[in-house]
């Protein structure tokens, strides 16, 4: 099985219920699944911004991702209903894990002048949402073959959590936030 997953089953959980009192092990903080969405504006344009996308998505991930399409029309951006505007994929399990273990300890250290990620971007039920600027951080891009620099979100969904909880799940994993007082790393 993936590492992460042994370390959550066999480490994590023991820790997170002896710090937040936990009085079952159901009630910890568990990672659920990751989104990852690439939205691509100019795909109206040029088709071969999502073909792209798709590629890049396919080799990150290690699964096909599903076109997303435009659910209303709006005038401002020249879109209409029904068109294709990105492409995303849905990571559970086995391969959830292995992507967080690569995004932990391959792709986040090698962002550029990274003094941590921002313990802000949690919402009210505890899932953690980040943005990548481009995807030459990925080990899997061959960087001769990018033609665009294409961006995505990445969103970690955590069942059972507060933005506490999962603030303290992510950092048990090793995502290296910012200690919000000094601006340092944890």
Do not use: W
């Not at 690439?38 to 991702?65: C, F, H, R, W």
């Not at 005038?75 to 849905?90: H, M, P, Q, S």
């Not at 909880?165 to 000094?182: A, H, T």
Request: charge should be positive.
């Amino acid at each position: 099985m993936a590492r992460l997953f042994d370390k959550y089953k066999n480490e994590i959980v023991k820790e997170l219920m002896e710090k937040s009192n936990y009085s079952n092990v159901h009630s910890v903080p568990k990672l659920n699944k990751i989104v990852i969405n690439m939205g691509l504006g100019k795909a109206n344009e040029n088709k071969k911004y999502l073909e792209e996308a798709v590629k890049l998505l396919t080799d990150i991930s290690g699964q096909k991702p599903v076109i997303t399409t435009a659910r209303k029309a709006v005038a401002g951006f020249k879109l209409r209903e029904g068109d294709k505007i990105g492409c995303k994929v849905t990571l559970r399990k086995k391969m959830m894990y292995e992507f967080l273990d690569r995004l932990i300890s391959i792709v986040i250290p090698r962002f550029k002048d990274l003094r941590g990620l921002s313990p802000k971007s949690f919402d009210k039920n505890g899932n953690y949402s980040m943005g990548i600027s481009e995807q030459s951080v990925f080990t899997e891009i061959d960087h001769d073959s990018i033609e665009f620099p294409l961006g995505m979100d990445i969103t970690l969904n955590i069942s059972n959590g507060t933005p506490s909880g999962s603030f303290e799940l992510l950092k048990l994993f090793g995502m290296p936030f910012k200690n919000s007082k000094s601006g340092e790393q944890n």
